[in-house]
Protein backbone atom coordinates (compact mmCIF):
# COMPACT_ATOMS: atom_id res chain seq x y z
CA UNK A 1 0.00 0.00 0.00
CA UNK A 2 1.41 3.32 -1.04
CA UNK A 3 1.69 6.02 2.16
CA UNK A 4 0.01 8.78 0.56
CA UNK A 5 -2.05 8.51 -2.77
CA UNK A 6 -3.39 12.00 -4.48
CA UNK A 7 -6.18 11.06 -7.30
CA UNK A 8 -7.76 13.22 -9.84
CA UNK A 9 -6.54 16.63 -7.93
CA UNK A 10 -7.29 19.92 -8.87
CA UNK A 11 -7.68 23.20 -6.93
CA UNK A 12 -8.34 26.64 -8.52
CA UNK A 13 -8.85 29.82 -7.23
CA UNK A 14 -11.65 32.67 -8.27
CA UNK A 15 -11.93 29.98 -11.14
CA UNK A 16 -8.89 29.60 -12.41
CA UNK A 17 -7.24 26.29 -12.32
CA UNK A 18 -3.52 26.48 -10.32
CA UNK A 19 -3.35 22.24 -10.33
CA UNK A 20 -5.24 20.36 -12.74
CA UNK A 21 -6.01 16.43 -12.47
CA UNK A 22 -2.85 15.88 -10.13
CA UNK A 23 -2.24 12.18 -9.59
CA UNK A 24 0.67 11.22 -7.37
CA UNK A 25 1.44 7.45 -5.42
CA UNK A 26 4.73 7.61 -2.69
CA UNK A 27 5.76 4.40 -1.24
CA UNK A 28 7.41 4.47 2.21
CA UNK A 29 11.38 4.75 2.03
CA UNK A 30 10.93 6.79 -1.18
CA UNK A 31 11.90 10.25 -2.08
CA UNK A 32 10.03 12.02 -5.06
CA UNK A 33 11.59 15.18 -6.08
CA UNK A 34 9.36 17.38 -7.74
CA UNK A 35 11.00 20.42 -10.04
CA UNK A 36 8.83 23.18 -11.99
CA UNK A 37 9.42 26.96 -13.20
CA UNK A 38 8.49 29.02 -10.65
CA UNK A 39 4.10 29.37 -10.25
CA UNK A 40 3.88 25.91 -11.61
CA UNK A 41 1.96 24.87 -8.96
CA UNK A 42 4.89 22.84 -6.77
CA UNK A 43 4.05 24.84 -3.44
CA UNK A 44 0.45 24.43 -3.58
CA UNK A 45 0.71 20.58 -4.29
CA UNK A 46 2.70 20.34 -0.86
CA UNK A 47 0.63 22.67 0.65
CA UNK A 48 -2.82 20.95 -0.39
CA UNK A 49 -1.22 17.98 1.68
CA UNK A 50 -0.30 19.78 5.01
CA UNK A 51 -4.14 21.54 4.48
CA UNK A 52 -2.04 24.79 4.34
CA UNK A 53 -4.04 25.98 1.39
CA UNK A 54 -6.17 29.67 1.60
CA UNK A 55 -10.17 29.59 2.39
CA UNK A 56 -10.75 30.41 -1.14
CA UNK A 57 -9.14 27.90 -3.04
CA UNK A 58 -11.65 25.09 -4.23
CA UNK A 59 -10.24 21.66 -3.51
CA UNK A 60 -11.19 18.46 -5.75
CA UNK A 61 -10.19 15.02 -5.99
CA UNK A 62 -8.68 13.34 -3.04
CA UNK A 63 -5.38 12.80 -0.48
CA UNK A 64 -5.51 9.93 0.92
CA UNK A 65 -2.61 9.38 3.59
CA UNK A 66 -2.22 5.57 4.43
CA UNK A 67 -6.40 4.48 4.23
CA UNK A 68 -7.35 8.13 5.41
CA UNK A 69 -9.12 11.31 3.11
CA UNK A 70 -7.03 13.55 4.61
CA UNK A 71 -10.00 16.21 4.12
CA UNK A 72 -11.97 13.63 5.40
CA UNK A 73 -10.81 14.21 9.18
CA UNK A 74 -11.48 15.85 11.99
CA UNK A 75 -8.99 18.54 13.43
CA UNK A 76 -7.93 16.70 16.16
CA UNK A 77 -7.10 13.73 13.75
CA UNK A 78 -5.06 16.00 11.75
CA UNK A 79 -3.41 17.33 14.86
CA UNK A 80 -1.80 13.99 15.49
CA UNK A 81 -0.56 13.68 12.02
CA UNK A 82 0.39 17.02 11.47
CA UNK A 83 4.16 16.58 13.17
CA UNK A 84 4.00 13.49 14.31
CA UNK A 85 3.76 11.52 10.99
CA UNK A 86 3.62 14.16 8.33
CA UNK A 87 6.74 16.65 8.47
CA UNK A 88 7.12 19.97 6.86
CA UNK A 89 10.30 22.03 6.17
CA UNK A 90 9.01 25.36 5.22
CA UNK A 91 10.29 27.77 1.94
CA UNK A 92 10.56 30.60 4.57
CA UNK A 93 11.99 29.69 7.62
CA UNK A 94 11.46 32.92 9.25
CA UNK A 95 8.05 32.23 9.54
CA UNK A 96 8.31 28.62 10.84
CA UNK A 97 9.52 30.02 14.77
CA UNK A 98 8.91 32.32 17.02
CA UNK A 99 11.38 34.82 16.34
CA UNK A 100 11.34 36.27 20.37
CA UNK A 101 11.79 32.73 21.83
CA UNK A 102 15.08 30.87 21.83
CA UNK A 103 15.26 27.77 19.61
CA UNK A 104 15.99 25.83 22.68
CA UNK A 105 12.74 26.11 24.09
CA UNK A 106 11.03 25.85 20.93
CA UNK A 107 13.01 22.49 20.12
CA UNK A 108 12.10 21.04 23.40
CA UNK A 109 8.23 22.39 23.46
CA UNK A 110 7.94 20.68 19.24
CA UNK A 111 9.66 17.58 20.50
CA UNK A 112 7.91 16.75 23.52
CA UNK A 113 4.39 17.68 22.32
CA UNK A 114 5.22 14.77 20.08
CA UNK A 115 7.54 12.09 21.98
CA UNK A 116 8.03 10.85 25.60
CA UNK A 117 11.91 12.71 25.39
CA UNK A 118 13.80 14.60 28.53
CA UNK A 119 15.06 18.09 28.19
CA UNK A 120 18.71 17.25 28.07
CA UNK A 121 18.30 14.33 25.34
CA UNK A 122 16.75 16.66 23.17
CA UNK A 123 19.39 19.27 23.73
CA UNK A 124 22.18 16.16 23.48
CA UNK A 125 20.20 15.10 20.04
CA UNK A 126 19.62 18.35 18.65
CA UNK A 127 23.58 19.33 18.82
CA UNK A 128 24.53 15.80 17.31
CA UNK A 129 22.04 17.21 14.31
CA UNK A 130 23.18 20.42 14.41
CA UNK A 131 27.22 19.03 13.93
CA UNK A 132 25.84 17.19 11.25
CA UNK A 133 24.62 19.58 8.85
CA UNK A 134 27.52 22.22 9.71
CA UNK A 135 25.72 23.91 12.49
CA UNK A 136 29.08 24.61 14.21
CA UNK A 137 28.79 26.37 18.12
CA UNK A 138 25.55 24.44 18.21
CA UNK A 139 25.08 25.59 22.01
CA UNK A 140 25.23 29.17 21.35
CA UNK A 141 22.41 28.68 18.21
CA UNK A 142 20.19 26.98 20.64
CA UNK A 143 20.80 30.10 22.94
CA UNK A 144 20.06 32.62 20.40
CA UNK A 145 16.65 34.34 19.05
CA UNK A 146 16.17 33.30 15.66
CA UNK A 147 15.79 36.88 14.63
CA UNK A 148 19.46 36.94 15.50
CA UNK A 149 20.39 33.98 12.74
CA UNK A 150 20.88 34.31 9.07
CA UNK A 151 18.29 32.31 6.55
CA UNK A 152 20.41 29.97 5.85
CA UNK A 153 20.88 29.17 9.61
CA UNK A 154 17.29 29.41 10.25
CA UNK A 155 16.63 26.83 7.45
CA UNK A 156 18.79 24.28 8.86
CA UNK A 157 17.62 24.89 12.46
CA UNK A 158 14.12 23.98 10.69
CA UNK A 159 15.88 20.50 8.66
CA UNK A 160 17.56 19.84 12.36
CA UNK A 161 13.71 19.96 13.89
CA UNK A 162 11.93 18.49 11.22
CA UNK A 163 14.50 15.47 11.61
CA UNK A 164 14.37 15.00 15.46
CA UNK A 165 10.49 14.58 14.77
CA UNK A 166 11.19 11.33 12.56
CA UNK A 167 8.09 11.35 10.50
CA UNK A 168 7.43 9.05 8.17
CA UNK A 169 6.75 11.51 5.74
CA UNK A 170 8.91 14.67 5.08
CA UNK A 171 7.81 17.34 3.12
CA UNK A 172 10.25 19.58 1.60
CA UNK A 173 9.55 22.99 -0.03
CA UNK A 174 13.09 24.31 -1.50
CA UNK A 175 14.86 23.38 1.69
CA UNK A 176 18.14 23.26 0.29
CA UNK A 177 17.43 26.77 -2.19
CA UNK A 178 19.06 29.38 0.25
CA UNK A 179 21.91 27.29 1.47
CA UNK A 180 25.74 27.50 0.01
CA UNK A 181 26.81 23.96 -1.82
CA UNK A 182 28.53 22.39 1.25
CA UNK A 183 25.78 23.15 3.60
CA UNK A 184 23.16 21.63 0.71
CA UNK A 185 25.46 18.64 0.19
CA UNK A 186 25.64 17.89 3.77
CA UNK A 187 21.44 18.67 4.28
CA UNK A 188 21.04 16.43 1.47
CA UNK A 189 23.93 13.51 2.91
CA UNK A 190 20.71 13.70 6.07
CA UNK A 191 17.75 13.54 4.28
CA UNK A 192 19.49 10.06 2.60
CA UNK A 193 20.58 8.58 5.75
CA UNK A 194 17.07 9.29 7.29
CA UNK A 195 15.39 7.22 4.10
CA UNK A 196 17.75 4.36 4.56
CA UNK A 197 18.30 4.29 8.42
CA UNK A 198 14.16 5.31 9.69
CA UNK A 199 12.62 4.55 6.08
CA UNK A 200 11.39 8.40 5.84
CA UNK A 201 9.29 8.87 2.67
CA UNK A 202 10.26 12.59 1.19
CA UNK A 203 8.77 14.79 -1.31
CA UNK A 204 10.82 17.41 -2.00
CA UNK A 205 10.21 20.15 -3.88
CA UNK A 206 12.95 22.23 -5.39
CA UNK A 207 14.14 24.04 -9.22
CA UNK A 208 17.36 22.64 -9.36
CA UNK A 209 17.33 19.39 -10.70
CA UNK A 210 20.82 18.56 -9.73
CA UNK A 211 19.98 18.42 -6.47
CA UNK A 212 17.29 16.07 -7.41
CA UNK A 213 19.88 14.07 -9.09
CA UNK A 214 21.92 13.21 -5.84
CA UNK A 215 18.90 12.04 -3.38
CA UNK A 216 15.13 11.35 -5.43
CA UNK A 217 14.38 7.87 -6.51
CA UNK A 218 11.74 9.66 -9.07
CA UNK A 219 11.26 13.02 -10.44
CA UNK A 220 8.17 14.58 -11.59
CA UNK A 221 8.15 17.71 -13.81
CA UNK A 222 5.61 19.98 -13.40
CA UNK A 223 4.53 22.90 -15.73
CA UNK A 224 1.15 25.18 -15.48
CA UNK A 225 -0.28 23.15 -12.60
CA UNK A 226 0.04 19.83 -14.24
CA UNK A 227 2.43 17.24 -14.32
CA UNK A 228 3.82 16.83 -17.57
CA UNK A 229 6.45 14.11 -16.95
CA UNK A 230 7.47 11.42 -14.31
CA UNK A 231 10.09 8.67 -14.41
CA UNK A 232 12.72 7.17 -12.19
CA UNK A 233 15.12 9.77 -11.53
CA UNK A 234 18.24 8.08 -13.81
CA UNK A 235 15.50 7.48 -16.46
CA UNK A 236 14.24 11.17 -16.32
CA UNK A 237 17.43 12.16 -16.32
CA UNK A 238 18.99 10.47 -19.45
CA UNK A 239 16.14 10.58 -21.61
CA UNK A 240 13.46 13.50 -20.76
CA UNK A 241 11.00 13.24 -23.12
CA UNK A 242 9.32 16.45 -22.96
CA UNK A 243 10.36 19.69 -24.27
CA UNK A 244 9.98 21.71 -20.85
CA UNK A 245 12.10 18.83 -19.15
CA UNK A 246 15.20 19.42 -21.39
CA UNK A 247 14.88 23.27 -21.25
CA UNK A 248 15.48 22.78 -17.12
CA UNK A 249 17.60 20.09 -17.92
CA UNK A 250 19.79 22.22 -20.40
CA UNK A 251 19.60 24.87 -17.43
CA UNK A 252 21.45 23.01 -15.26
CA UNK A 253 24.04 22.12 -17.87
CA UNK A 254 24.75 25.50 -18.76
CA UNK A 255 24.99 26.51 -15.43
CA UNK A 256 27.93 24.23 -14.64
CA UNK A 257 30.14 25.66 -17.36
N1 LIG B 1 -2.57 32.68 -2.13
C1 LIG B 1 -2.73 32.68 -3.46
N2 LIG B 1 -3.75 33.36 -4.04
C2 LIG B 1 -3.91 33.36 -5.37
N3 LIG B 1 -3.13 32.70 -6.23
C3 LIG B 1 -2.11 32.01 -5.73
C4 LIG B 1 -1.84 31.94 -4.32
N4 LIG B 1 -0.77 31.15 -4.12
C5 LIG B 1 -0.36 30.76 -5.34
N5 LIG B 1 -1.17 31.27 -6.31
C6 LIG B 1 -1.01 31.06 -7.76
O1 LIG B 1 -0.86 29.67 -7.99
C7 LIG B 1 0.11 29.42 -9.00
C8 LIG B 1 1.11 28.41 -8.49
O2 LIG B 1 1.83 28.96 -7.40
P1 LIG B 1 2.83 28.10 -6.53
O3 LIG B 1 2.15 26.85 -6.13
O4 LIG B 1 3.32 28.99 -5.45
O5 LIG B 1 3.98 27.79 -7.59
P2 LIG B 1 5.50 27.34 -7.36
O6 LIG B 1 5.67 26.90 -5.95
O7 LIG B 1 5.71 26.25 -8.36
O8 LIG B 1 6.34 28.53 -7.68
C9 LIG B 1 0.73 30.77 -9.36
O9 LIG B 1 0.16 31.17 -10.58
C10 LIG B 1 0.29 31.67 -8.25
O10 LIG B 1 0.08 32.98 -8.72
MG1 LIG C 1 6.99 27.55 -4.41
Known amino acids: MSLLTIRDLTIS ?15 TAEIIGIAG ?42 THIYGKEIAFISQNP ?3 FCPVRTIKSQFIETISAHQK ?50 PQLLIADEPTSALDVMSQAKVLQEL ?3 KQKLNTSILFVTHNLKVLAKIADKIIIMHQGKIIEQNPTEILLANPQEDYTKKLLQA ?6
Open 252 to 257: VITLKK
Open 37 to 78: GSGSGKSTLLNSILHLLPQDFNIQGEIHWQNKNLYDLKAKQL
Open 192 to 194: LLM
Open 117 to 166: ITADKIITQALDIFAKIGLNDGKNILNAYPFMLSGGMNQRINIALTMMLK
Open 94 to 96: QTF
Open 13 to 27: HNKQNILNNINLKLN
